[in-house]
């Protein structure tokens, strides 16, 4: 295909070869072009659906938004648009804001575990020369937290302080020196009260809980959040053909993010707040600063620096912000606030330390019948996301397989340690380690191969989960297919010598959070993007979405270069303030690319359609026959006629200035009315299996892991590049978490490992070959029908490994992380209870098919086709969980079977068998003691 | 952090160093010597026993020097190779250390002299204020030894060099020079068993270099190191071994990370030698009974003692050749 002049002020013929201008023709480069290139770039038709007559295969079917495909940008492996400012060092981290005159803040942090503040006195402090602000929790009475339910965060601390390094007060002085002095001149007068460190002792009564909610306070326990939920006929958990039983202890991690917390304050002279800080969530802090400050969010700017990596880390308004903010106010200059790394441990957010149990059964024909999850989690001194999270811990285990029946308890508490949090799988990737190797022991019982296990047991595209997610595209099963031929796995499971093995692991994450939790979701939407474009051409685009290094901004750079045809170093994203901003949630739940280029397409076809609208006016044919290519717009049957990009821009210009648009997204009315029916629904959900190899050094315990073969269903990679990184960069924080981190909380209860050296995240050399396998799904709802690639892919890594050392040993390991010492523990164990002496002697485990092998092989290859017809949408009949046990789909489930059960709260009869969490159903609220009484 | 404020001194030979030194102490002034400043600097940024003066051991020329049997202080890890003469063992010892970046500044002298280790002390002053202080850190405050409490007169942080082992199988000897002038002494009796005081250095002397017999160049050599990752990390438990090939009488065995001070098992080995002979098993045993590790690195002491089962057979096995 040939390439087309652009139409310049001056044609090719009229410009002169002597560099001197035609009287009365402009010759400045060709319009839109932006650079030195004169001509228009051919279609690239590889990169346009062939649902719309291009080559870019669509094996799904087609999408809402392949005509918005113009075969600029999507799809195309591209480096990120922030990438140059960040290899180059230019990029401006929380700590690279330096302010003329700025002073600076440092937090005195508590001593003690537990202890009431009696008396602060703070004269000492004052008159030490240099210190020009000081601030105690007295001074921000007003309490915060990043979920409205659960706001139980102060500045510093008003009454108690929860944990060791919980903060005090702060103190802002003209250099480091100085505000370091200052803080041993605090006289603070404590009565220290007993500490709580273990989860279990939580759930029991306390003389002085560490919260206190009133009239919704469990007992005097320190139970923060207790989960019920119970769906399906629990008949069938009786008499099962297979059973698996796990109990987990998974302890705590931190995301390790390269760059600690910095924030730098200030009022200006119009007496508005200025705050820069790395967050993911700009917009609650911006709450969050408002009711701490007893000022109007409109008289705050809140500025999101670069985030030097996040993971969950940075979603929460965090205390120190509020303290540079209240420091800058009563000092009158800019303040910065950065931290150590023991103070980012202090700080924490991590992932919750897990207690979890699982059982779950299997009939006769190899279908699950019951998963049965009990989750006790350990959430330090405060509530942070912990609401969601207790529930995440049990309903992201309801797919992807199709269960009998589900039931689920958890329980969260406080405890005196820093908080958890949200962190990268949030809430999910426990339970799935869990439920992922109780499959594999339950395969491994019933002598049939864990993959057939799996693909003979998945819910299809367009399908209902047992809790009422809905799921919509669905690539578990090529994901499954695609990672056992990579990794050769019929050739090795179960056949592998002693000391090497390998196994599989599934994951399912949500894509985007369906209910935004701070206004009401029916009216108000997710996320909006304000689209703007001027004379010259380039595109400017204002959200809100903060890019922590996931690429965010590129994303909704290229869906707005693929919709306009414009390269994509045309379109400039501005994300940095709230000021030009419009509101969004922030970077959590995977929602950023789902949600945030969704609105940026909407808004970009809107600028598009002015476009063809000026170009009909100029060609005199209609959009439906205009073709929009890079910076040229043209008749669809004559590429000759045409217009240039500028010259329809400046006629659609013509009396009104600036192109401005703005496009929204919302998701639609989803999910149950039960309680808890809103946490885990999502949008739409990702789909992961992962193959793991690993050695394990059988007189030493020292596991590695050596080969990774990663299957993601991303919905549609608008930039392969990034989910690669993505997938890699999940692999190496989930074989963190599963060999080697921890937080380690020693006999007294301190955190003994606050520090990069001894908080053992994997180095370069104990990074596994990954071999990144990306599955387009096509989400019907998604941005060109993609799905998030953010979390998802951390999943599946925990089981697969954990799974592969059982290949390798034969032994069951249930603490994580698999440290040397903890392999090496269950070997001396094994070893006692065989009666043999060397490790090396150890039998490797073997797999010789059972009778169920060839049912659960034939059913997974009929579902294969069923599954394929219902993600092109040419089954579009009603299925919902239960239609694999022989479940009518159009009817209630509860009308057509006796046991039937939706629950959210346990039966008196139940009580007495609930796991740990479930004790928290045994204490009764406040309000319903006084009831009794 | 904040670096404390500290006045550094550059003495460009012995002579001037041991003068500077004796004259700090004449005066009253405490000192740290630093050689590359990777252990030392980020204790300081801890506030972990800084002192006002540091003296720079760099541009002392004899300090640098490197030969096969000699090894000054100054030598950085990353010289301790086979392409410079350095015996095999130790440039395979050396190799292990930290990573790359951390070899480039860190240095034979300092790796030697590395202070003694564990979680109550390596922390920063906030965490340290939270635990009531440490007694090796915070020595002015009374505090008790958390890892052991209720004693206070040992220290058992755990020395976590990895050279030294290595050095001692081969037969190594240290000179050390001061105000009392100069003495050489075998690296075994360099180390005292004390996690506070960890050798024999007196106030204003310092390790100049190491010094091995020709009969090291005869012998070959097995480090195993015991680690969570494959770089940065500190040995968990470490075992060197070396011995004249064929010759069972030569085998010397050291032990590292176990304990306050890396120790050479010359009783142990002679004792099994004696009765069962070169037998890996033996040996395993009779070092693991010798050790007593305690509770204060990243890996339990019960697995570590186990380990130097494990990693004691594996060093034998390799001096074997199997």
């Known amino acids: 295909m040939g390439s087309y002049k652009q139409q310049p002020g001056a044609s090719s013929a009229e410009i002169r070869k002597d560099g001197k201008r035609v009287a009365g023709k402009q010759s400045f480069p060709p319009p839109g072009s932006g650079g030195s290139d004169p001509s228009m770039r051919p279609r690239d038709l590889d990169f346009i659906?062939?649902?719309?007559?291009?080559?870019?295969?669509k094996p799904?079917?087609?999408?809402?938004?392949?005509?918005?495909?113009?075969?600029?940008?999507?799809?195309?492996?591209?480096?990120?648009?922030?990438?140059?400012?960040?290899?180059?060092?230019?990029?401006?981290?929380?700590?690279?804001?330096?302010?003329?005159?700025?002073?600076?803040?440092?937090?005195?942090?508590?001593?003690?575990?537990?202890?009431?503040?009696?008396?602060?006195?703070?004269?000492?402090?004052?008159?030490?020369?240099?210190?020009?602000?000081?601030?105690?929790?007295?001074?921000?009475?007003?309490?915060?937290?990043?979920?409205?339910?659960?706001?139980?965060?102060?500045?510093?601390?008003?009454?108690?302080v929860r944990h060791v390094g919980d903060l005090v007060a702060c103190v802002a002085a003209v250099d480091e020196a100085t505000a370091i002095e200052a803080l041993s001149l605090f006289e603070i007068e404590w009565e220290v009260l007993e500490p709580v460190f273990d989860p279990k002792e939580g759930l029991e009564d306390h003389d002085e809980p560490i919260h206190w909610r009133g009239k919704y306070h469990l007992a005097r326990t320190n139970v923060q959040k207790r989960v019920f939920q119970e769906f399906g006929d629990r008949s069938l958990v009786n008499n099962p053909h297979a059973a698996s039983h796990g109990s987990w202890t998974m302890l705590g991690v931190h995301h390790g993010f390269t760059e600690p917390h910095a924030v730098v304050a200030h009022w200006d002279p119009n007496g508005r707040l200025q705050l820069y800080t790395?967050?993911?969530?700009?917009?609650?802090?911006?709450?969050?600063?408002?009711?701490?400050?007893?000022?109007?969010?409109?008289?705050?700017?809140?500025?999101?620096?670069?985030?030097?990596?996040?993971?969950?880390?940075?979603?929460?308004?965090?205390?120190?912000?509020?303290?540079?903010?209240?420091?800058?106010?009563?000092?009158?200059?800019?303040?910065?606030?950065?931290?150590?790394?023991e103070e980012v441990y202090w700080i924490n957010r991590g992932r919750h330390p897990s207690h979890i149990d699982v059982k779950m059964t299997a009939d006769e024909e190899g279908r699950i019948s019951s998963f049965d999850i009990d989750a006790l989690i350990d959430g330090g001194g405060f509530a942070s996301f912990g609401h969601v999270t207790s529930y995440y811990n049990g309903v992201l285990a309801t797919a992807p397989y199709e269960l009998g029946s589900f039931h689920y308890t958890g329980a969260r508490v406080w405890t005196n340690k820093p908080a958890s949090g949200a962190m990268r799988g949030h809430g999910a990737v426990n339970t799935r380690c869990a439920v992922e190797v109780g499959l594999d022991e339950m395969a491994e019982s019933m002598q049939v191969d864990p993959i057939d296990l799996r693909l003979a047991n998945l819910l299809p595209p367009h399908s209902r989960t047992i809790s009422g997610f809905r799921i919509t595209s669905n690539g578990m099963r090529e994901a499954l297919e695609?990672?056992?031929?990579?990794?050769?796995?019929?050739?090795?499971?179960?056949?592998?010598?002693?000391?090497?093995?390998?196994?599989?692991?599934?994951?399912?994450?949500?894509?985007?959070?369906?209910?935004?939790?701070?206004?009401?979701?029916?009216?108000?939407?997710?996320?909006?993007?304000?689209?703007?474009?001027?004379?010259d051409g380039g595109v400017t685009v204002h959200t809100g979405a903060a890019d922590i290094g996931q690429g965010s901004t590129t994303a909704v750079a290229q869906v707005v270069s693929e919709v306009l045809a414009l390269p994509v170093e045309m379109i400039h994203v501005r994300s940095h303030e709230s000021d030009t901003s419009p509101v969004d949630l922030g970077s959590y739940s995977s929602r950023v690319t789902f949600m945030n280029a969704n609105a940026?397409?909407?808004?970009?076809?809107?600028?598009?359609?002015?476009?063809?609208?000026?170009?009909?006016?100029?060609?005199?044919?209609?959009?439906?026959?205009?073709?929009?290519?890079?910076?040229?717009?043209?008749?669809?049957?004559?590429?000759?006629?045409?217009?240039?990009?500028?010259?329809?821009?400046?006629?659609?210009?013509?009396?009104?200035?600036?192109?401005?648009?703005?496009?929204?997204?919302?998701?639609?009315?989803?999910?149950?009315?039960?309680?808890?029916?809103?946490?885990?629904?999502?949008?739409?959900?990702?789909?992961?299996?992962?193959?793991?190899?690993?050695?394990?050094?059988?007189?030493?315990?020292?596991?590695?892991?050596?080969?990774?073969?990663?299957?993601?269903?991303?919905?549609?990679?608008?930039?392969?590049?990034?989910?690669?990184?993505?997938?890699?960069?999940?692999?190496?924080?989930?074989?963190?978490?599963?060999l080697t981190e921890k937080m380690v909380y020693g006999r007294t209860g301190h955190l003994q490992n606050a520090n990069l050296l001894e908080y053992k995240i994997p180095s370069v050399h104990e990074m596994p070959h990954v071999e990144a396998i990306i599955v387009e799904s096509s989400d019907p709802e998604g941005p060109f029908g993609a799905k998030e690639a953010g979390e998802g892919p951390l999943l599946p890594i925990l089981p697969a490994v954990v799974n592969a050392v059982?290949?390798?040993?034969?032994?069951?390991?249930?603490?994580?992380?698999?440290?040397?010492?903890?392999?090496?523990?269950?070997?001396?164990?094994?070893?006692?209870?065989?009666?043999?002496?060397?490790?090396?002697?150890?039998?490797?485990?073997?797999?010789?098919?059972?009778?169920?092998?060839?049912?659960?092989?034939?059913?997974?290859?009929?579902?294969?086709?069923?599954?394929?017809?219902?993600?092109?949408?040419?089954?579009?009949?009603?299925?919902?969980?239960?239609?694999?046990?022989?479940?009518?789909?159009?009817?209630?489930?509860?009308?057509?079977?006796?046991?039937?059960?939706?629950?959210?709260?346990?039966?008196?009869?139940?009580?007495?068998?609930?796991?740990?969490a479930g004790r928290a159903w045994l204490k009764k609220e406040q309000r319903h003691m006084e009831d009794d009484a | 952090m904040l670096m404390p404020p500290f006045e550094l001194h550059h003495p460009a030979s012995v002579e001037d160093a041991v003068a500077l030194a004796a004259s700090l102490l004449e005066a009253g002034e405490a000192f740290d010597w630093v050689a590359g400043g990777t252990d030392v600097l980020p204790n300081y940024k801890w506030h972990i026993n800084p002192k006002p003066h540091v003296i720079s051991l760099a541009g002392i020329e004899s300090a640098h020097a490197l030969s096969p049997l000699e090894i000054g202080c100054m030598v950085p890890l990353a010289s301790l190779t086979v392409a410079n003469g350095v015996h095999p063992l130790l440039a395979e010892a050396a190799a292990k250390v930290a990573s790359s970046l951390i070899r480039k500044s860190a240095t034979v002298g300092g790796n030697l002299c590395l202070?003694?280790?564990?979680?109550?002390?390596?922390?920063?002053?906030?965490?340290?204020?939270?635990?009531?202080?440490?007694?090796?850190?915070?020595?002015?405050?009374?505090?008790?030894?958390?890892?052991?409490?209720?004693?206070?007169?040992?220290?058992?942080?755990?020395?976590?060099?990895?050279?030294?082992?290595?050095?001692?199988?081969?037969g190594a000897?240290?000179?050390?020079?001061?105000?009392?002038?100069?003495?050489?002494?075998?690296?075994?009796?360099?180390?005292?068993?004390?996690?506070?005081?960890?050798?024999?250095?007196?106030?204003?002397?310092?390790?100049?270099?190491?010094v091995l017999p020709e009969t090291a160049l005869e012998r070959t050599g097995s480090y195993q190191k015991l680690r969570v990752r494959d770089s940065w990390d500190f040995p968990e438990a470490g075992i060197a071994a070396s011995w004249i090939q064929g010759q069972p009488e030569s085998l010397a065995l050291a032990s590292t990370a176990l304990e306050s001070i890396p120790r050479l098992h010359a009783e142990e080995v002679a004792q099994v030698l004696q009765t069962d002979g070169m037998n890996g098993s033996a040996l395993a045993k009779a070092v693991h009974k010798a050790v007593k590790p305690v509770n204060n690195t990243a890996l339990p002491p019960r697995y570590r003692r186990s380990m130097v089962r494990t990693l004691t057979k594996r060093a034998v096995k390799a001096l074997m050749g199997e």
């Open chain 1, 49 to 57: 659906p062939e649902t719309v007559g291009g080559r870019e295969p």
């Open chain 1, 60 to 160: 799904a079917g087609d999408h809402i938004h392949d005509r918005a495909r113009t075969g600029t940008s999507v799809g195309k492996a591209m480096p990120l648009v922030d990438s140059n400012a960040k290899v180059t060092g230019q990029a401006w981290y929380g700590d690279d804001v330096r302010l003329p005159g700025e002073l600076i803040g440092k937090i005195l942090r508590s001593p003690h575990h537990y202890a009431r503040i009696k008396s602060i006195d703070t004269s000492k402090v004052e008159a030490l020369p240099g210190v020009v602000a000081v601030a105690t929790g007295q001074d921000a009475p007003n309490r915060f937290g990043v979920l409205p339910v659960t706001k139980d965060e102060h500045a510093m601390a008003v009454e108690k």
């Open chain 1, 278 to 341: 790395p967050q993911q969530v700009p917009h609650y802090t911006h709450r969050a600063l408002s009711t701490v400050l007893d000022v109007p969010m409109h008289q705050i700017n809140v500025i999101r620096t670069f985030v030097g990596g996040g993971f969950g880390g940075k979603s929460d308004p965090f205390p120190h912000e509020m303290c540079a903010a209240l420091l800058a106010r009563s000092s009158g200059k800019p303040v910065r606030i950065t931290f150590d790394r």
């Open chain 1, 482 to 535: 695609r990672v056992r031929e990579g990794s050769n796995w019929d050739e090795k499971f179960r056949q592998l010598p002693l000391g090497k093995g390998i196994g599989i692991g599934c994951g399912f994450f949500i894509s985007g959070s369906g209910l935004p939790i701070h206004w009401d979701p029916k009216n108000f939407p997710h996320a909006t993007v304000h689209i703007q474009v001027d004379m």
């Open chain 1, 600 to 738: 940026a397409i909407r808004a970009a076809i809107e600028i598009r359609d002015q476009l063809l609208n000026a170009a009909w006016q100029m060609l005199g044919y209609h959009p439906n026959v205009l073709v929009l290519n890079d910076r040229r717009i043209y008749y669809k049957h004559d590429p000759s006629i045409g217009v240039s990009y500028l010259e329809a821009l400046h006629k659609a210009q013509e009396d009104k200035g600036a192109l401005i648009a703005r496009g929204a997204y919302r998701s639609p009315p989803m999910g149950g009315v039960h309680k808890g029916a809103a946490a885990g629904l999502a949008p739409a959900y990702s789909f992961s299996a992962y193959v793991a190899e690993v050695d394990v050094d059988v007189e030493t315990g020292l596991v590695s892991c050596t080969n990774v073969w990663a299957a993601h269903d991303c919905g549609k990679a608008l930039n392969p590049l990034a989910v690669k990184g993505q997938i890699i960069g999940s692999c190496h924080m989930g074989l963190g978490q599963v």
């Open chain 1, 806 to 916: 059982y290949d390798a040993i034969g032994i069951r390991l249930r603490d994580l992380p698999l440290t040397p010492d903890v392999v090496y523990n269950g070997i001396e164990k094994h070893l006692k209870k065989t009666g043999l002496e060397d490790p090396l002697d150890l039998p490797s485990p073997r797999l010789q098919h059972g009778t169920l092998q060839a049912t659960l092989k034939a059913r997974g290859e009929s579902h294969r086709e069923r599954d394929r017809l219902r993600q092109r949408s040419e089954d579009t009949s009603a299925y919902v969980n239960g239609v694999l046990f022989g479940f009518d789909p159009d009817r209630p489930l509860a009308d057509q079977v006796e046991g039937w059960r939706e629950a959210d709260e346990p039966l008196p009869e139940q009580l007495a068998e609930l796991g740990f």
């Open chain 2, 115 to 170: 202070d003694t280790r564990c979680f109550w002390y390596n922390q920063g002053e906030d965490w340290r204020r939270s635990i009531d202080w440490c007694h090796k850190a915070d020595c002015g405050t009374g505090a008790d030894c958390r890892v052991i409490p209720n004693q206070n007169t040992l220290c058992v942080a755990t020395y976590q060099g990895d050279l030294a082992p290595n050095f001692m199988v081969l």
């Open chain 2, 173 to 210: 000897e240290v000179v050390l020079v001061g105000p009392k002038g100069e003495r050489t002494l075998p690296l075994h009796e360099f180390y005292a068993l004390d996690g506070m005081k960890k050798n024999v250095l007196e106030e204003g002397e310092f390790l100049l270099k190491v």
